[in-house]
């Protein structure tokens, strides 16, 4: 617009170059060059007149003893041609060009606008909320974001407290066994009622025995006649409620991950007389910003009652952020597929838009050499909601069959040794966490690399080496079927001198 308002040239662009001094304009009538501006010593520069440059004909010249641009930096020149003008203040700030420049602006912010709602039509250019609608007609929706879910350990190192129970009343009807009403029994006291019209304590071990909250009358032993009462101590019921927060611990506050329990438990003496309750938790933020680590998460920001220590004894490494652009764009072009009913690709994806389903599906025909089989293997999703959707999508006679990934235990060993002047327990976590991220991204039939772990470690700031490096007692990769998926078992790494 200044161009033709100007009758000239704004913003010529021209390549310098070191060993060349004569740069020819556009144009054969140049009156006047306005103004040179480019690069010099990295910063922008505006040269002068018969200083730097000079006009001969159409051509530029730099002079000899002047200011020259970068080497290989581009150089702007602006000049006026032999034209008549009606205007000829076009230096910035002038009144001409501010008005000519905002008219400007505004024409081609609408050209922005008018080229995004062209774009926003097709589903390759879409993108964001208008990729959402164009890809509904087909009736596909985004994967929302998806919050990390696992298992946390509430539990105490000593016994809950004791509470009695006194004359605890059951109606003996010559069943043999008898229930109590609470499992948490420490020690039955006494057992009494009447036998043979005769008020009587029953003795344990000769006419009843006790196994966990169960009562059993023993053959031989007396019995009682209508009723019979129970005196028990019992250990006190402690409840998690459901909402019952926990997250991890960081001395930033921005840098905690807090996460929720799902449902109500109660704490029970296991098999090694600990007492614990695993309780399922989602993390407060969808995403992945909500996975952590076996061990992470050991705070709770209000503590419930009797609850000595939580911590999570595995990995919560679920967390899924929504589905990006691209991912829905090619889920959407295999829709059309889905409504065919004949190929791989759309029982791969009316797999992948059942929620909750965390990576690649993969889709095996004829796994076994039979015609007519087809095996689908996905990680997440609800299992019937996913049996659904392969029903719908399926072939006719063509058999589907789903299984999730086997487990492939994976135990690594290394030896890392560290720069003198690092923290090498602060290392150690690094090198850590460095390598469950690897193995947290792998996929369904993704092989176990040896040298995949040693990078992922040796990315590690302050490890100059690492050394007898093993996975599963082996120097060497773990192949994985197409039916399978790496999971960390164990990780061991010590710190070599």
Do not use: C
Not at 15 to 27: E, H, M, W
Request: charged letters at 30%.
């Amino acid at each position: 617009m200044l161009s033709h308002i100007t009758k000239g040239i704004v913003n010529e662009k021209h390549d310098y170059a070191i060993n060349r001094t004569k740069y020819r304009l556009g144009n054969t009538d140049v009156i006047e060059i306005l103004k040179v501006d480019g690069t010099v010593r990295g910063g922008p520069f505006v040269f002068q007149k018969n200083t730097d440059y000079r006009l001969g004909g159409s051509t530029l010249e730099w002079t000899r003893d002047g200011e020259k641009p970068d080497d290989r930096t581009p150089f702007f020149v602006n000049y006026r041609l032999d034209a008549p003008q009606g205007i000829t203040d076009v230096n910035p700030g002038s009144v001409t060009r501010t008005v000519v420049e905002s008219a400007a602006r505004e024409i081609d912010y609408l050209y922005a606008q008018m080229d995004h709602v062209y774009n926003a039509g097709f589903i390759d250019t879409a993108t964001g909320k208008s990729l959402d609608l164009v890809v509904s007609i087909l009736g596909v929706t985004r994967k929302v974001a998806e919050p990390a879910r696992g298992d946390v350990t509430f539990a105490r190192v000593g016994e809950p407290k004791e509470v009695e129970v006194s004359r605890e009343a059951h109606v003996y009807d010559t069943k043999e066994k008898y229930r109590l009403r609470d499992p948490m029994i420490k020690a039955v006291k006494k057992v009494e009622g009447t036998s043979g019209g005769v008020q009587t304590e029953f003795a344990q071990g000769k006419d009843y025995s006790i196994s966990g909250s169960e009562l059993s009358w023993l053959e031989g032993g007396r019995r009682p006649e209508k009723m019979f009462y129970l005196t028990y101590s019992k250990y006190e019921e402690i409840r998690i409620p459901v909402d019952t927060r926990v997250s991890t611990y960081s001395a930033r506050a921005g840098n905690v991950k807090v996460f929720r329990t799902t449902r109500e438990a109660a704490l029970v003496r296991n098999a090694e007389g600990h007492w614990e309750a695993d309780v399922p938790i989602e993390a407060m933020s969808p995403g992945k910003e909500g996975n952590v680590f076996a061990g992470s998460i050991n705070v709770m920001p209000k503590p419930v009652m009797g609850i000595e220590y939580v911590i999570n004894k595995k990995d919560i490494l679920n967390g899924r952020e929504a589905e990006s652009d691209t991912e829905l764009r090619e889920r959407a072009k295999r829709a059309l597929e889905m409504a065919g009913k004949a190929t791989l690709n759309s029982l791969k994806a009316a797999v992948e838009g059942v929620k909750g389903v965390i990576g690649e599906v993969k889709v095996v025909d004829q796994p076994d050499g039979i015609p007519g089989i087809i095996k689908i293997i996905a990680s997440g999703g609800d299992e019937n909601e996913i049996l659904r959707v392969i029903e719908d999508t399926r072939a006719a006679g063509v058999k589907v069959e789903f299984n999730r990934p086997a487990t492939v235990p994976l135990d690594i060993r290394l030896t890392i040794f560290v720069v003198e002047s690092v923290n090498r327990d602060e290392v150690r976590k690094e090198a850590d966490a460095a390598i469950r991220q690897y193995i947290e991204a792998l996929a369904i039939d993704d092989d176990v690399v040896l040298s995949r772990i040693i990078k992922s470690v040796l990315g590690v700031q302050g490890i100059r080496d690492v050394r007898d490096v093993t996975i599963n007692d082996r120097s060497e990769n773990i192949e994985v079927r197409f039916d399978e998926k790496g999971e960390l078992r164990s990780l061991e790494i010590f710190v070599g001198d």
